[in-house]
């Protein structure tokens, strides 16, 4: 009886261990693993065991929270025996959307994306478990635009996740992603900063950018203007050479405009 208490309090009671089988994984692709469930001291009921993807997001009040954005479950109501151990297969469809963490095997600082499983255990207090990180590498449509800045001479500073919608854009997740460069020599004295945003489906790729222009001054000495933000939105076509596309728009967004910007 007394290892019936305890393993309702989470001590000798069923656990798991995930992991995932593949070291990268892209977005609109399924994302592969397994979750080992072992049993514990005693017999015990389980109602549920799950995997969910989170994404790590800055939220309002100037916080971070780990959103959940995708669930997958995988075993219902049974009873696992005592020091039973189950192998249970997982393939979680990634979105479309799911943000991008790193680019050539090299981490995207800013941005974290990970899987955790969930064993839901009836009359017990379950455990957390931590989820594991997984890399996102981008897709073939999304790699283009990031090389093409990067031939132009911007380089990356970070990628952020920001809960809301993009103003005028199809958008399925609650959130979107910002890689942030920072501008080449030849912008530098214009631009403070360029963000991309990729809004991807499964038939097309939309690229959002957003460039923001440094506070001018005027040769009196005082401020000439705001810095400001300009939206550019473009979907990725396979005849395009997106070099000249993007050096065209960032000289047009470049211009003196009027007497304040």
Do not use: C, N
Not at 239 to 257: F, I, S
């Amino acid at each position: 009886m007394f290892q019936k208490v305890l393993a309702t309090f989470g001590s000798g009671g069923a656990r798991i261990d995930a992991r995932l089988l593949e070291s990268t994984a892209a977005p609109g692709h399924p994302l592969h693993g397994e979750v080992l469930l072992l049993g514990g001291e005693v017999d015990q009921e389980i109602k549920g065991l799950a995997v969910t993807l989170l994404a790590r997001v800055q939220v309002p009040g100037d916080r971070t929270e780990d959103l959940p954005f995708e669930t997958r479950q995988l075993v219902g109501s049974e009873v696992i025996r005592a020091g039973q151990r189950i192998r249970v297969p997982f393939e979680v469809p990634l979105p479309w959307e799911t943000p991008v963490t790193s680019v050539y095997a090299k981490p995207l600082t800013g941005t974290a994306v990970g899987v955790r499983a969930e064993l839901d255990l009836a009359a017990a207090v379950s455990d957390p478990f931590d989820a594991d990180a997984v890399a996102i590498e981008p897709l073939p449509a999304q790699k283009r635009i990031l090389d093409a800045l990067s031939r132009l001479g911007f380089t990356f500073r970070e990628a952020v996740l920001e809960q809301g919608r993009v103003d005028g854009a199809r958008q399925q997740l609650p959130f979107f992603q910002e890689i942030r460069f920072t501008p080449s020599p030849r912008f530098a004295g214009v631009f403070a900063q360029v963000a991309v945003t990729f809004l991807t489906s499964a038939e097309r790729t939309d690229v959002v950018l957003e460039v923001t222009k440094r506070v001018r001054v005027s040769k009196s000495g005082g401020f000439g203007g705001r810095g400001q933000d300009f939206l550019g939105m473009f979907t990725v076509r396979p005849d395009v050479q997106w070099e000249k596309q993007l050096e065209d728009w960032l000289d047009q967004v470049a211009r003196p405009r009027g007497i304040f910007d």
